[in-house]
């Protein structure tokens, strides 16, 4: 049985005083019974994170990482500075970072293992845009995206990833995949992790893949109780403690 795991991206929003109204939210309900519950923040709130989240059962982690580990890298930020601030989660390859940055798949698969190396959860996503998912193209898309991390782990680093299934046409547009629609990426997903080679479908059987996409309380529910759907990712949603804790307790 997986557990369940729903992570909000802060995104490039936040304050000090913002950030502890909410962390201050989340922390004051009960923890959800059947989910853990993650806050990516934007790099200079990690410590505030460390500071009011350490010693709950509430994560914490980043948004992206660096590819590179030192040097001259201005304006980049590595994972062991990340697992100095108590990280236990990092996105990386978010599609607004694939769209903006140009953060190519080889990129991806780079930034995951430097986030496994320095003890780090990368959550690692991936989704199609609207325009692929018209021209019949969404799995092989996904496909190849979640290839390249394969193609770049140990069966044992893979054990210690999450993936999120993120269709790009559904993140911050208030349009959600339909629980069907998730369900069947999610298990093809898993069948290509089986698939990748011998040995694989234990590591399938226990990967966490999270949805994400214009989740909120009121549709919550519907997506947790798909077979391949292990949480989620959450962007808007996050920001207000009340919406983020109801979508954790559905
Ligand atoms: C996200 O940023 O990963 C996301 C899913 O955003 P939203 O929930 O706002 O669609």
Not at 138 to 156: H, Y
């Amino acid at each position: 049985m997986r557990q369940k795991l729903v992570i909000g991206n802060w995104k490039l929003h936040g304050s000090l005083a913002a950030n502890a109204a909410l962390l201050d939210g989340i922390k004051a309900a009960p923890a959800p019974a059947r989910a853990r519950l993650a806050v990516c923040a934007p790099f200079p709130y990690l410590a505030q994170c460390q500071a009011v989240l350490s010693g709950t059962t509430i994560g914490w982690g980043a948004q992206d990482v660096s590819a590179e580990t030192r040097g001259a890298f201005t304006g980049e930020v590595a994972a062991p500075m990340l697992a100095e601030f108590g990280c236990a989660y990092v996105l990386v390859g978010h599609s607004e970072r694939r769209s903006y940055h140009g953060e190519t798949d080889a990129i991806v698969a780079a930034k995951t293992l430097r986030a496994l190396e320095s003890g780090l959860t990368p959550v690692v996503c991936v989704g199609e845009t609207l325009a692929q998912r018209e021209a019949g193209e969404t799995e092989a898309v996904v496909g190849r995206q979640l290839a390249a991390v394969l193609d770049a782990l140990s069966i044992e680093q893979l054990g210690r990833i999450v993936l999120a299934y993120e269709p790009v046409w559904a993140i911050g547009t208030g349009k959600t995949a339909t629980s069907e629609q998730a369900q069947a990426v999610h298990a093809y997903l898993r069948k290509q992790v089986v698939a990748h080679g011998e040995g694989f479908a234990d590591v399938a059987a226990r990967l966490q893949i999270l949805y994400g996409g214009s989740v909120k309380p009121d549709n919550a529910a519907e997506l947790f109780s798909m077979s391949d759907i292990d949480g989620g990712l959450i962007g808007g949603a996050s920001l207000k403690a009340e919406d983020f804790l109801a979508i954790g307790n559905a």
